[in-house]
């Protein structure tokens, strides 16, 4: 799911790309309008009226606004997303036949959508940033549903999993210890990626797919006179809008 100030704004932006697969301004489950495309490599995104944005641009597109995920087991992905990641607010719960997903592969079939937010407010160093976001979980009723990360491999293309902004990597452990949800991997102390570091772990949702938490410790600014933000041991609270701006300084320009 992918933010935008004006869904039609970014369709008129797209068009003339001509996208592999582009279904043009609709209406979703919400009554909200939306849009699908399809990347080069078979990746399909929705195009979403942003719940949130931290600067204005000279681009329609934002940031990721959330993500849509296929389950098994609604009632007990739910329990999943509500009691580990938050996201405890169910904002839509409906079954049927939907309009927008009959131009998507499958998409002529029954379905329960259900869409949830986060009823507090996030407070990582980067929350201002990514914003605020949605989980819109995915039941077929009418087919078994297939696998996607069957046979995948990790640096395949294509979406590998979900990323976290986390702190207190700890607490957050034992958290999804206590509900039932074990790390699967973990490294342990600061992981050293080059110009940052942080820790990491995952974990798995119901039915696998994977879940990244990274508690970041350091990042650079300007790392031709070795400027960083070390956030290690910091309090748990957005990163001034300034500091997040200079990371900017960073981006790769063709």
């Known amino acids: 799911k992918i933010n935008s100030v004006s869904v039609k704004d970014v369709c008129d932006f797209l068009q003339p790309l001509n996208p592999p697969s582009f279904t043009g301004l609709m209406n979703n489950s919400l009554g909200k309008t939306n849009a699908f495309l399809q990347d080069p490599y078979g990746n399909w995104f929705e195009i979403i009226t942003a719940r949130s944005k931290f600067m204005e641009t000279n681009h329609p597109c934002g940031g990721v606004g959330g993500v849509t995920i296929g389950v098994s087991n609604m009632d007990k992905s739910i329990a999943f997303f509500a009691g580990v990641l938050g996201y405890d607010v169910i904002k839509h719960d409906e079954t049927g036949v939907f309009e927008d997903f009959k131009s998507l592969p499958g998409g002529n079939q ?4 259900v869409v949830m937010i986060a009823g507090k407010t996030r407070k990582g160093p980067f929350s201002d940033l990514l914003g605020r976001t949605e989980i819109e979980l995915i039941q077929v009723l009418d087919r078994k549903p297939e696998k996607i990360y069957e046979g995948r ?16 990597m700890k607490g957050l452990k034992k958290h999804c210890s206590n509900l039932g949800s074990e790390f699967t991997a973990d490294s342990s102390n600061s992981f050293d990626m080059g110009q940052a570091a942080g820790h990491f772990a995952y974990i798995e949702d119901p039915d696998g797919a994977l879940i990244e938490f990274v508690e970041t410790h350091r990042v650079p600014v300007i790392k031709k006179i070795g400027w960083y933000f070390r956030l290690k041991g910091r309090s748990p609270k957005p990163l001034p809008k300034w500091m997040v701006w200079a990371l900017s300084f960073n981006r790769v320009k063709e």
């Open 110 to 113: 029954t379905f329960r959508r």
């Open 153 to 168: 491999y990790w640096g395949d293309q294509g979406f590998i999993h979900l990323c976290y902004d986390v702190n207190d």
